[in-house]
């Protein structure tokens, strides 16, 4: 079993910026399986979205939305992934989930909540 603990939501200024942190914790075994790590999010009534996923290796994918302003990054000691944020628009207010991902089975963050006011 993995638990995700996210971490650095809040609220900013448009055009500002935030670090979101989301730790990975349990069993190493299964930690040791997770393909990739990465960032959704979902505003009110909307669908859950990809933001930005990593594999372990470090290969990145972004929303078209968030490219340019996003970064995810990826600590393997630390079993923890990062999502920077700059240049934050109001249409990415939302609750960001982490998620960590295997072949056969999705584990999700409690979720945090990122306001952008404008």
């Known amino acids: 079993q993995v638990q995700l603990v996210e971490s650095g939501g809040g609220l900013v200024q448009a055009g500002g910026s935030l670090r979101l942190s989301c730790e990975a914790s349990?069993?190493?075994?299964?930690?040791?399986?997770?393909?990739?790590m990465g960032w959704y999010r979902q505003a009110p009534g909307k669908q859950r979205e990809l933001v930005a996923d990593i594999t372990g290796s470090g290969s990145t994918n972004y929303a078209d939305s968030v490219k340019g302003r996003f970064t995810i990054s990826r600590d393997n000691a630390k079993n923890t992934v990062y999502l920077q944020m700059n240049s934050l628009k109001p249409e990415d207010t939302a609750v960001y989930y982490c998620?960590?991902?295997?072949?056969?089975?999705?584990?999700w963050g409690q979720g945090t909540q990122v306001t952008v006011s404008s």
């Open positions: 998620n960590a991902a295997k072949t056969t089975y999705n584990y």
């Open positions: 349990g069993n190493s075994r299964t930690i040791s399986s997770i393909n990739a």
